[in-house]
């Protein structure tokens, strides 16, 4: 269980009486089990790999973000409704900090791709940071223990690889909770609380504004504790303080964005109206809805036995207030309770909400980590005791050692093997893209399209300068990305995200007019399934011969043809393996239309 004491002091078992003259006095033992470099090092090295070969989960990330980055530093790109000054549901203040990050990167080099893996590797080494940050505190305030299991739920789970260097805001908010976390956490030096106010604040304001709900269990502990030690002014201050601090970011959050818009806009206020208060026909149940079972399954996969750990923390702490109030003092069980009290609330919320995605979960992220690390921390000194009265203190330590293990190495294993199973079955949109690098391939003037496979896009930064991205009709009736006005300069870039864009509306209402005749298209790019049934209007172009030639293809899983197994964890595609064990695929592939240009690839 969470410990009470909140500063790095030694306990009180390390102190015993003065030394008498002359005689070493033993030094406290290390807070940390794993030095903080060498955490450092860790979480950089396995959120950088995240940065170089996660595939994009959501086409939310490219359009929203990937997208306006691009504009902002190209002068073209795709725009969705959102940034339509009539709803302005996204600041821009959040792309441009990025767009900032990217343009330092291509002084570097010279392609656009590689601009791309700039500004994600930038995000994995803010996420590596703020690991490290929480890390150091939750080894200093609570158990060098907690700290390590933490450290091991962060760095090797599927969900922390898809979060950790993925351009959305409630990954940035993820990492504001991270900081805003450590800040209530280390009293070193005195409370924090305007601290941890502006952290969460400015995840809430830049990021995601539901997001400042995690922090208020731990602003209730911080009420509760000034209210036992007489130290309200104390606590008021630093309220207000950070309160002003949060005013300072939502006004240059209102400035940059009305530079960008021409009109005073609160882009926090219009995400949380339109989300509860956008009336029938609008808000984001249009975008589909998931059964409440949802995120438990979401989150066994991207955390495995962990997230049960997280979910089973408040009963063994219930456990242990029952069966061993000896180890469980007030003041004790106090801290431990508010630690754990945000995740449950964010599960709870979320989990009640229509509308659900995996990205919402991501600002809950390091509290999920931590419930799981209390609580398996719990059953560590439970199963440690060498007390003949509890069922564990009969046990020989070499079990007890060997249970423990097989529980680590499990979840770490599943988690890796889930981690190698995404990348080799998602990532070809990543790499299709490719041979448009080499010369001779594209000409002025050239368009590659998007059908059936619009939503897997990577982003204008995968396409050679000056290509465009173009939508031809599918299947799919709903609203899809337009065009910024095309920009050549910086006032120009302002005229063009101040403009009412045409055929834009908030009801995900399909709009012709962002399609583009089949004939106007130089390249495209479709995929082949097996399990796949051909249309008129979703045919098998990659067969089209007489049209089209494929330029390059890649493997794609077929997650219809392919078991459960599969679908969960990588599996070797080796012969010997069962039928129902083995994966199986389709192809993913970027055409180019023949006679259009003369040069071939080698």
């Not at 305030?141 to 090797?156: D, E």
């Not at 995740?343 to 931590?370: D, G, N, S, T, V």
């Not at 003949?388 to 009969?394: F, M, Q």
């Amino acid at each position: 269980m969470a410990p009470a004491r909140r500063t790095g002091e030694a306990s009180s078992e390390s102190q015993g009486p003065a030394p008498a003259p002359r005689t070493k006095q033993r030094p406290p033992p290390p807070p940390f089990y794993l030095p903080l470099n060498i955490a450092l090092y860790l979480c950089i090295i396995t959120n950088v790999i995240a940065a170089l070969y996660a595939p994009i989960q959501d086409c939310d990330e490219v359009f929203n973000f990937w997208e306006p980055t691009h504009y902002l530093n190209h002068g073209y790109g795709l725009q969705t409704w959102e940034y339509s000054p009539v709803y302005s549901i996204r600041s821009w203040l959040y792309v441009s900090a990025h767009a900032v990050v990217g343009k330092i990167g291509s002084f570097a080099f010279s392609s656009k791709s590689a601009e791309f893996y700039v500004i994600r590797c930038f995000l994995a080494l803010v996420c590596a940071a703020c690991e490290t940050r929480l890390y150091s505190a939750i080894c200093r305030t609570l158990s060098p223990r907690i700290g390590l299991l933490f450290l091991m739920v962060v760095a090797f789970t599927p969900g922390m690889f898809h979060a950790s260097a993925a351009f959305l805001p409630s990954s940035f908010t993820m990492y504001m909770s991270m900081l805003g976390l450590t800040a209530f956490l280390d009293w070193r030096g005195g409370q924090k609380t305007a601290q941890g106010i502006m952290w969460f604040g400015l995840g809430a304001i830049v990021g995601w504004p539901f997001a400042g709900a995690l922090m208020l269990p731990l602003l209730l502990e911080e009420v509760i504790i000034s209210l036992l030690s007489s130290n309200m002014r104390g606590m008021f201050l630093g309220v207000v303080d950070g309160a002003l601090r949060c005013l300072v970011i939502l006004a240059l959050e209102i400035a940059v964005d009305y530079a960008f818009l021409r009109k005073l806009v609160i882009v926090p206020w219009n995400i949380v109206a339109y989300n509860v208060f956008g009336g029938e026909g609008r808000g984001p149940d249009i975008f589909g809805v998931e059964p409440w079972t949802f995120y438990i399954w979401n989150l066994l996969l991207n955390f495995n036995i962990w997230f049960a750990f997280a979910m089973a923390a408040a009963p063994l702490l219930a456990l242990q207030a029952i069966f061993r109030p000896k180890a469980t003092s007030v003041q004790t069980l106090l801290r431990t309770v508010t630690l754990i009290t945000p995740f449950y609330m964010w599960f709870a919320i979320f989990i009640a909400q229509p509308h659900k995605e995996e990205r919402f979960m991501f600002p809950a992220y390091p509290f999920l980590a931590l419930n799981a690390s209390i609580a398996f921390h719990m059953v560590l000194s439970f199963v440690g005791s060498s007390n003949p009265k509890v069922p564990a203190g009969s046990m020989l330590p070499k079990i007890k050692l060997a249970v423990i293990m097989s529980i680590i190495l499990v979840a770490l294993n599943a988690g890796l093997l889930r981690i190698v199973g995404i990348i080799s079955a998602y990532n070809a949109p990543l790499k299709i893209f490719e041979p448009l690098e080499q010369p001779g391939v594209v000409q002025p003037g050239d368009t590659v399209c998007f059908g059936k496979e619009w939503y897997r896009f990577p982003s204008s930064f995968f396409l050679p300068k000056d290509m465009r991205a173009k939508f031809v009709r599918s299947e799919f009736r709903g609203l899809l990305p337009g065009e910024f006005p095309e920009a050549a300069d910086l006032s120009a870039l302002f005229e063009g995200t101040s403009q009412i864009p045409a055929g834009m509306n908030d009801r995900n209402e399909e709009d012709l007019g962002k399609y583009t005749d089949l004939s106007q298209c130089s390249f495209l790019v479709d995929s082949e399934f097996p399990s796949r049934t051909v249309t008129e209007l979703e045919p098998d172009y990659n067969h089209e011969d007489t049209q089209w030639e494929q330029l390059a293809c890649h493997s794609f899983l077929d997650a219809y043809q392919t078991g459960l197994l599969g679908r969960l964890i990588w599996t070797p595609d080796l012969p010997i393996l069962p039928e129902p064990l083995r994966r199986k695929w389709g192809e993913y592939c970027l055409l180019r239309r023949r006679g259009d240009v003369t040069a071939k690839t080698a």
